[in-house]
């Protein structure tokens, strides 16, 4: 898990250094690390030119630093003053533009000056006019080809147009970070260390899912779910499902189909005793009758339970959620996207982080966040971000499968914060290497079962840090 700081984190982490009067020795050991990254960019230093646009702060001081480093081995720097500055378009004799303006200290709209298409460019720590929390664009923002975070990763490298501002993200001297830090980007690698590992002595029922929805003429989701529990390695997979008498229920063969003509739950509650996860909401519908199922179902039964879509919605609020699910005996994880979570939790109007780590404070529940990233927040303060997702991902029925993997970590015992993120991060990468143009929750599923099947022998297309 790679750190993701706050400008606040950050900026206190500065003020200390600055406190104990070790800041330029940083500020050193940054410019040299720097100079070793442009060394490698530019395949040596004999001939090479770069030039470093310098803002007032520590950026600017980072970009300065950087400078002198190359000097000493013999690259010709030249160090321009932004404030100097209008144009970088004519004729830059330079094979690098190092973008030291200003980092997570941006405070008001940034103008930059124009930069050359010609000449590759780097920015130092964040690409100058990307809000180093929201990664929004204030202003005008420089697009690098190449940016190198200091320390931690910031929130702005991973959400809004952060990513497709810093180009190749390199990060230097990763413990120069406050100690502490809640938010962390998951990495194939923090996949590949939780996926449970099949024990030789298990049966079908050691990782029974029970998936509870669908309705008539809405039958899709819930199949879904079935699937893509099974993909992950769920040994058994029930649907209960409400179906008129003569409709034909679609799911996977292998899905053993409970079919009830109204959703009760005292039957349902007593069914969930043989299994070790449960998916409720995709497709159920919505009533009062709905509603209290909902409720009674999640405050009687002992198994960990994914939330999703009108499980969700049955909730008129955070505070009547709250009630129900501090009567849960098991974890529970609420899969909302943006306008569930807005329904339920409030409108989000700052950090989508602090939105969410509060509304798992507030619930109690896991809250996984679908978006770009995706954001988990544990109720005790921890906060996973995913960022292996595609924008190809955007299609019906991929938030069905979502909540079916993470039921299916669920039941083969992971926690409820480690089978949300690992499920996330497994779903948004498998999304992103199928080839097709748009991904539909049948190649979806597809994908993450061949994806998990091999994922001793895959490698991450996608992570953000490479
Ligand atoms: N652990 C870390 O991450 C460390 C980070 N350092 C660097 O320090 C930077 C943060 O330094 P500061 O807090 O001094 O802030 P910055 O240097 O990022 O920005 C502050 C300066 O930019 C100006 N400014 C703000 N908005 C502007 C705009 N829109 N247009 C033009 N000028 C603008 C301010 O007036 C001020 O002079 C980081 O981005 C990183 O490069 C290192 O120096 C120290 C360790």
Known sequence: MDPVVSVEEITRFDSELMRRGSIAQVIDRVGYALAQVAVGLLGGTYGRRVTIIVGRGNN????????????????????VEFGALTSLSVAPR?????????????????????????????????????????GEVMGEAVRADYTVAVGALKLG???????????????????LRPANVQAHLITFRDLDAVVPAVPSQSHKWSAGVMVVGGSPGMRGSAAFGCAAAMAVGAGIVHLVTRAEPTEP??????????????????????ASRRFRSMVVGPGLGG???IGNFVRRLLIDSDCPVVLDADGINCFRDAGNLARTLSRRRASTVLTPHRGEFERVFGTIDGSPVEACRRAADES???????????????????????????AKLASAGTGDVLAGVIAGFLAQGMSAYEAAWAGAYLHGAAGASVSTGKVTATSLIEAIAHYYGGLD???PPQDLLR
Not at 67 to 79: D, T, Y
């Open 287 to 289: 009533s009062l009758q």
């Open 157 to 175: 490298h991973v959400f809004g147009a952060g990513p497709a501002h810093a180009g190749r993200l390199i990060r230097i001297l990763p413990e």
């Open 60 to 79: 600017g001081e980072d970009g300065r630093s950087m400078g002198r480093h190359l000097e000493r081995i013999g690259v010709r720097v030249s160090v």
């Open 457 to 459: 022998r895959v490698m």
């Open 364 to 390: 109690g529940a896991v809250v996984l966040l679908k978006g770009s990233p995706t954001i988990v927040a544990d109720p005790r303060g921890s906060v996973a971000l995913i960022a292996a997702g595609s």
């Open 249 to 270: 229920v679609a799911h996977p063969q292998e899905v053993v189909v409970d079919r009830v003509e109204s959703y009760f739950a005292e039957p349902v509650v007593t």
């Open 94 to 134: 330079a094979d690098l533009i190092v973008d030291a303006m200003v980092g997570t200290g941006l405070r008001r709209p940034f103008e930059p000056p124009k930069l050359s298409d010609d000449v590759p460019v780097l920015s130092i720590d964040i690409p100058s006019g990307i809000s180093g929390d929201s």
